[in-house]
């Protein structure tokens, strides 16, 4: 019988594994997009939010993951991350300060890491 294990850390490290596959995946979009259509470079909506549900997800996941955590300094830098993730999203759509999309990459890999190392 295979036994399967819903961890605040499991469901983290799937969070940013697959926002990290988006964010990899977006200049394909629309460079295929771009190929099939003369107008409306912008990614579609549907396609933008899903930045946010990734988003909402990585916060229910940090949440449970930093309360089940006995180091002080994971539960920090958990949500430290999470803030960083949220900014960088957030900016990506808004444009408050020009920054380079690795950031997000970078951002979203380090939760999956964080994530990793809490669980073991």
């Known amino acids: 019988m295979v036994k399967r294990h819903f961890s605040a850390d499991n469901i983290g490290m799937v969070s940013s594994s ?3 596959i988006h964010c990899l995946v977006t200049p394909f979009v629309f ?9 409306c470079a912008g990614s579609p909506l549907w ?7 990734f988003l909402a997800i ?6 449970f993951a930093a309360k089940s955590s006995s180091k002080s300094w994971v539960k920090a830098t958990f949500y ?4 960083v993730l949220s900014f960088l999203i957030i900016n990506h ?3 408050i300060v020009k920054l380079p999309v690795s950031l997000l990459h970078i951002s979203a ?5 964080l994530h990793l190392y809490n669980k073991g």
């Open 18 to 20: 697959l926002c990290l």
């Open 31 to 39: 460079i295929a997009q771009a190929c099939t259509k003369s107008c």
């Open 47 to 53: 396609w933008r939010a899903i930045d946010f549900l």
């Open 58 to 63: 990585s916060f229910v996941a940090v949440y």
């Open 80 to 83: 430290i991350l999470l803030g």
């Open 93 to 95: 759509h808004i444009r």
């Open 109 to 113: 890999f380090s939760l999956f890491a």
